[in-house]
């Protein structure tokens, strides 16, 4: 099961007839615990048609330079395989990293024939992508 405790993810824990221990500070009071089946969610760009001078850009090999994501009150998603980060250096540890709105830009993915984009969300954590947008090279 995964578990969530106020922003905070825990690690996953296994249902013995039919409970489950989370050892929790006992000054601590928290808004929410959820507890749940863990999944993930997956958004994968279809192929791009961006040509080339040649005609098509399908089957070329391509590779985006820059890609910006538009993201709304998200934590914790990876692009491409590279998890984003999210805390920065004015987040003191052992406080909760606050949900993200604006651009997150990501560069040097990598070359291949398809110029797909995968974002994914492993963690009982919010994700709400907006857009997705990027500088593309095309070979000829």
């Known amino acids: 099961m995964q578990i969530l405790i106020g922003d905070a993810v825990y690690p996953n824990q ?3 007839n039919g409970a489950i221990n989370v050892n929790l500070p006992s000054n601590s009071a928290y808004k ?4 749940g089946l863990g999944y993930s969610s997956r958004i994968k760009t279809m192929r791009v048609e961006a040509g080339s001078q040649a005609g098509t850009a399908q089957g070329r090999k391509k590779r985006y ?3 910006m994501v ?3 009150k998200t934590v914790g998603i990876k692009i491409n395989g ?4 999210f805390r920065t250096s004015s987040t003191p540890m052992g406080q909760n990293i606050p949900e993200f709105t604006g651009d ?3 560069t040097n993915l990598g070359w291949d024939r398809d110029g ?3 974002i994914l969300q492993e963690q009982p954590l919010p994700m709400t992508v907006l857009g997705i947008t ?4 095309t070979t000829d």
């Open 116 to 118: 797909q984009i995968e």
């Open 134 to 137: 990027g500088t593309l090279v």
């Open 32 to 35: 929410s615990i959820e507890i």
């Open 82 to 85: 590279d998890q984003l980060p």
């Open 65 to 67: 330079n820059e890609v």
């Open 14 to 16: 296994t249902v013995t």
């Open 70 to 72: 538009r993201l709304h």
């Open 104 to 106: 997150k830009r990501v």
